[in-house]
């Protein structure tokens, strides 16, 4: 065979050609195409292909959920239920699941935290399972691989913390630590490099407020002070990347609700509760944006059947229409505790 033959992308034909071949590839494929040759599977898993892939409009926007598991037919519910990762398909419609965690097989843990940057899922925190003790596990799905990798523990316990990712790093701030101790601190996980880097404390604690994206910078919501337990701020607190500093925003959350899962973000940067969106959400309502459309799920009441409803994001308006409800099967109809799109 030539040799110029085995250095080709693709046999016969141009670079740039073959290079549109590989992105118009659906992600479920990139697993088995990447054992086609060494040079195929270096493409596939750079950080250039995927931004290329982005760039042209060939990414895939998914939903994923931190959502209960149904219990088994044949036995009662028991204790607390189990969650793990469900992932929808917009595009298809098809729901499925990602596959456990290895060092947590039964279920996630409880109460973690989930965030997305460059089509990678990462999920932070929570409670053991099955001691309900704070862990500092970190870990990171590839959807191209699908697999888990294990990495650098958190520098410290948290629970209920604002998380959220953007440029191939995650954003940590608020909760509190083991001793129920609002915090203020503030880091930053780099995944490509496994390093943990301390940022500037907010100007205040923030026990279970919530974390959201705005454009490239970093939005910690509401929460509340260890000598104020419940009573949820109106302010919010936006880490900017290019001054790498802290701007305290006032009056951003208009809710007195906790503002965990159900933040959403207008067109403007305005923040808005998902929960006193519709009274069909008011409980446990969760919002996760998919561009053109956005999943909302939540219940009427406490103890009512989970809903899962779309709303067609007005971009023109800047404001939202009207919820309507969708299907999901069975198995995939449990109680959602936060959500992100991951752009695969």
Not at 14 to 27: F, G, N, Q, V
Not at 222 to 232: A, I, V
Not at 318 to 326: M, R, W
Request: glycine share 10%; net charge negative.
């Amino acid at each position: 065979m030539n040799q110029n033959k085995l250095t080709e992308l693709v046999p016969g034909l141009p670079e740039d050609i073959a290079l549109e071949c590989l992105t118009r590839l659906h992600y479920s494929t990139h697993g088995v195409a990447s054992r086609v040759c060494r040079r195929w599977c270096r493409i596939l898993q750079s950080k250039a292909f995927y931004y290329h892939r982005k760039q042209t409009g060939f990414t895939h926007k998914t939903a994923c959920l931190v959502q209960a598991l149904p219990s088994p037919v044949e036995s009662k519910p028991t204790g607390q239920p189990r969650f793990a990762i469900s992932v929808f398909d917009l595009v298809s419609g098809i729901w499925d699941r990602v596959d456990p965690i290895p060092k947590y097989p039964d279920g996630l843990p409880m109460f973690c935290q989930i965030a997305t940057t460059e089509g990678k899922l990462i999920v932070m925190g929570g409670w053991n399972p099955s001691s309900w003790d704070p862990i500092k596990d970190v870990f990171v799905y590839d959807f191209m691989t699908r697999r888990w990798n294990q990495c650098m523990d958190m520098p410290e316990a948290r629970s209920f913390f604002a998380m959220g990712a953007t440029g191939g790093r995650v954003f940590i701030a608020g909760g509190h630590d083991e001793s129920k101790n609002a915090l203020s601190s503030a880091w930053v996980f780099d995944i490509s490099s496994n390093e943990w880097t301390e940022l500037p404390r907010m100007s205040e604690e923030r026990d279970e407020c919530e974390g959201v994206i705005i454009g490239s910078n970093f939005c910690v919501v509401s929460g509340y002070d260890t000598e104020n337990q419940g009573r949820f701020k109106s302010s919010a607190e936006l880490y900017e990347l290019s001054t790498a500093q802290w701007r305290r925003v006032e009056d951003a959350w208009g809710s007195s609700q906790c503002p965990r899962a159900c933040v959403g973000v207008g067109k403007n940067g305005n923040l808005t509760c998902w929960a006193e969106s519709d009274p069909n959400v008011k409980v446990g309502a969760c919002g996760v944006d998919l561009g053109d459309r956005t999943l909302v799920t939540g219940s009427a009441y406490q103890g009512a059947p989970h809903g899962f409803f779309f709303v067609e994001n007005n971009k023109k308006q800047g404001q939202n229409s009207k919820l309507t409800k969708i299907n999901v099967p069975d198995e995939f109809s449990g109680f959602v505790q936060s959500g992100c799109c991951v752009e695969i």
